[in-house]
């Protein structure tokens, strides 16, 4: 990158720059599987925020969503609420729409579900019109493809079981959710899901699916041409996370 004028820019547009700067470095050096084939500077130089998606797979579990709140907004997913509030929050599971009714997190919250009867007396909610009927993570990735995001980062999305092929979700053994002793749930509606989302926006939004270093890539994955993938310590680098 040329040096940086600092007399053209603010100060804050100077100091992202500088940020960018050193991201791209980190990406020029890094091998050619982890690269994206955007950079931060994209980003950084552009007027259009961006989004973070957040599915509850455990490669996202080192990543903390208040520092990601601070540098766009933050679509997350059923048990998310219960330590932190994303600017919107997706939840189409039956039992997960009662807990939170009980907290009344969505009175003072954003929270979008389905239409259903068993809802029409619980106030506070934002209802798909029609509704999805996707899973949770792929109805937000496709809720904040709908804004003009240029960049949306994809964190959480492992698809797969452990290595063990035990379910894999950060809330496993709380309400609501299976044991982490019990079989990993089959991925194939996510991934259809999610590919749909990412494919139908193709000119118009490029994606980063945030992945543990050992994670794996659907090989439906490696054929879309605005998706590319990157390891979680590289995202942690790119952006200066804890």
């Avoid at 820019?9 to 084939?37: F, H, R, V």
């Avoid at 932190?84 to 954003?110: C, G, H, R, W």
């Avoid at 899973?135 to 240029?150: D, I, N, V």
Wanted: hydrophobic share 35%; glycine share 4%.
């Amino acid at each position: 990158m040329a040096k940086i004028d600092k007399s053209l820019y603010t100060k804050d547009q100077y100091k992202a720059l500088k940020a960018a700067a050193k991201a791209e470095k980190i990406i020029k050096n890094s091998t050619p599987t982890q690269a994206p084939s955007i950079t931060v500077i994209e980003h950084q130089q552009s007027t259009v925020p961006i989004a973070f998606v957040l599915g509850n797979g455990t490669s996202r579990s080192n990543i903390s969503p208040n520092e990601l709140q601070q540098l766009g907004k933050v679509y997350g997913c059923n048990a998310l609420y219960r330590s932190f509030a994303p600017d919107y929050l997706i939840a189409v599971d039956t039992k997960m729409i009662v807990e939170i009714n009980k907290t009344e997190y969505q009175k003072s919250n954003a929270v979008w579900t389905n239409p259903n009867k068993l809802y029409s007396s619980m106030e506070g909610f934002n209802f798909f019109q029609p509704s999805k009927g996707w899973s949770s993570g792929p109805t937000a990735l496709w809720l904040a493809s709908q804004q003009e995001y240029q960049i949306i980062y994809i964190l959480g999305f492992d698809f797969k079981g452990t290595d063990s092929n035990n379910f894999n979700n950060i809330y496993s053994d709380t309400e609501n959710y299976k044991k982490s002793n019990d079989t990993a749930t089959y991925y194939g509606n996510w991934l259809r899901q999610t590919k749909t989302v990412i494919e139908q926006h193709n000119t118009k939004i490029k994606y980063v699916r945030v992945i543990a270093p050992d994670n794996f890539i659907p090989s439906e994955l490696n054929k879309i041409s605005n998706l590319t993938h990157i390891t979680t310590d590289m995202f942690k680098k790119m952006y200066s996370l804890l």
